[in-house]
């Protein structure tokens, strides 16, 4: 039984959606399909456009055309890269705060922190079992296994178990690192961007009731009301990225690191982003979302 569909058949369910391709047309858009985007990926994006609700166009999209969606997941994927390696400088500065503490902590000696967290969190070593047929890893899992020290095992452990770690060494010796409460968020963001899962897929769908810190933080940028405050921040994905900047800035310790980032950031904004911005004249949700994060990523910059 045949399940895939080719993509003259693809195309021709996309044209019946009220999907147009009259900027990409439809061979190049065959092609494209085949060589760098799968459908169900692509066609993800259609999520932050309305459809009509009577007469000939109900259930078609509204003032779609397939570039649209060619050029949001375009940006996606670059938006992923930096996200990615934002997640990546966090996730390097926890290991170092934790580690810096154990150290300067008379009450640990970087044995015992980790065999109570293993007793609490017994998974941990299940998902450290799991790689060890992974060449890079497999040495120090028989070497140390079950009993690790602490600068090995955030070496083994995932970015979610690194946040619990985090959190039970937080608990356990209070006020001595950063709060980590907003980290969860970063975990989300970071697995997200690790298995390419698209990220401005549904810029119009939000139910987060946002942290204090991020309300408050927002909050402090000019241009951004307490509407659009509250809208964009119920939104899962802008959430999120609003918290990664702040944890960005709270975290990382190195003005150079933290000042290029932030760069980078603002020069994606400023350009890729903004590359073909006459597609989404259009689309309110799209460009509300867009001058939402490109206030944040300016501040950021100036603060810097």
Known sequence: MKLLKTSDELISHMKEKGIKFEIVKEEDAKLFLQNNNYYM??????ANYEKGQKGKNVEKYINLDFAYLQELSTIDMHLRYLILQMCL?????LKTAILKDIENNEQEDGYDIIRRFITNYERCCQNIQNHKSSEYCRELIDKYYPYFPAWVFVELISFGDMVKLYEYYNKRYPKRLKDGELLYS???LRNATAHSNCLINKLHKGNIKPSAKI?????????????????????KFLYDFTTLIYVYNEFINSSVVKQRRFEQLKEFVDGRVIRNKEYFEKNACIKSSYTFVKKIVDYMNKSC
Do not use: C, P, W
Request: no cysteine.
């Open 41 to 46: 990926k692509l066609a993800s994006y259609r």
């Open 89 to 93: 400088d966090i996730e390097h500065a």
């Open 186 to 188: 970063i975990r989300d």
């Open 215 to 235: 309300v408050k933080f927002v909050s402090q940028i000019d241009g951004i009301g307490t509407t659009m405050r509250t809208a964009k921040l119920s939104n």
